[in-house]
């Protein structure tokens, strides 16, 4: 079975500091990969996403993803944050059907 | 395009009433899916169709029914409702037959059953 851990629950970062954000999954063929960002009280927006290829992966708003099989990781990285980048940002791997979700990590961007 | 498309925003039930929440999509996607998020535990997946007529369930199907008469259209049925179903719902399409694997997703709905 397919399923995402994301270790962090919360991470609070300072304006212009980079952010770095932490996937795991567990899937037995080769993963499809999402980020979604959530601003409060909205959707979900694709981040980016991975399906195979370049293993380093660029998507809106300036955040970069790298897939590194050996590690079953999917990480999440910006060099430099916004306060605008204030939100909750889930992880998640999908088979041919279905989502699977990490519990999400919510950031914090503090002056 | 307006995307996925959900109604209503916003709805506060009583235990035991039931109710509708009504997804569409113009995107032409054959692939779509009900979602409930819950504080902690991200989303998890409730219902889902590969296609008109055909529907299947997921993690958390218990207390909802759907069906999928038309391509656009992915309506959640709540039966009898309960507390523990409190939640915000969401809906979303996708189209792998067409090379698209991420899903779209609606605004979402939240419920509230008191």
């Known amino acids: 079975a397919q399923s995402v851990t994301q270790p962090d629950i919360h991470i609070t970062v300072s304006e212009g500091a980079s952010l770095e954000l932490r996937c795991n999954y567990s899937?037995?063929?080769?993963?499809?990969l999402f980020w979604y960002v959530q601003s409060p009280g909205q959707g979900l927006q694709l981040l980016l996403k991975y399906f195979s290829g370049d293993t380093l992966v660029q998507g809106i708003k300036g955040f970069e993803a790298e897939f590194k099989r050996s590690q079953s990781s999917f990480n999440l990285r910006k060099p430099s944050v916004h306060w605008s980048d204030a939100a909750e940002y889930f992880c998640?791997?999908?088979?041919?059907?279905?989502?699977?979700f990490g519990a999400g990590t919510t950031v914090t961007v503090r002056a | 395009n307006a995307g996925v498309t959900q109604t209503p925003k916003f709805q506060v039930l009583k235990t035991g009433q039931s109710m509708t929440l009504q997804c569409a999509q113009d995107?032409?996607?054959?692939?779509m899916s009900w979602y409930r998020q819950d504080p902690g535990m991200g989303l998890r997946l409730i219902h889902y169709s590969v296609g008109a007529g055909i529907t299947d369930q997921g993690e958390v199907p218990n207390g909802y029914n759907v069906s999928r008469s038309t391509t656009e259209d992915f309506p959640l049925r709540l039966l009898s409702a309960a507390p523990s179903q409190t939640s915000v719902y969401f809906c979303a399409s996708w189209a792998p037959g067409q090379g698209i694997y991420e899903q779209y997703f609606g605004p979402g709905t939240r419920l509230t059953v008191t």
């Open positions: 995107m032409n996607h054959e692939y």
């Open positions: 899937y037995g063929a080769t993963p499809y």
């Open positions: 998640a791997v999908s088979n041919d059907y279905k989502l699977s």
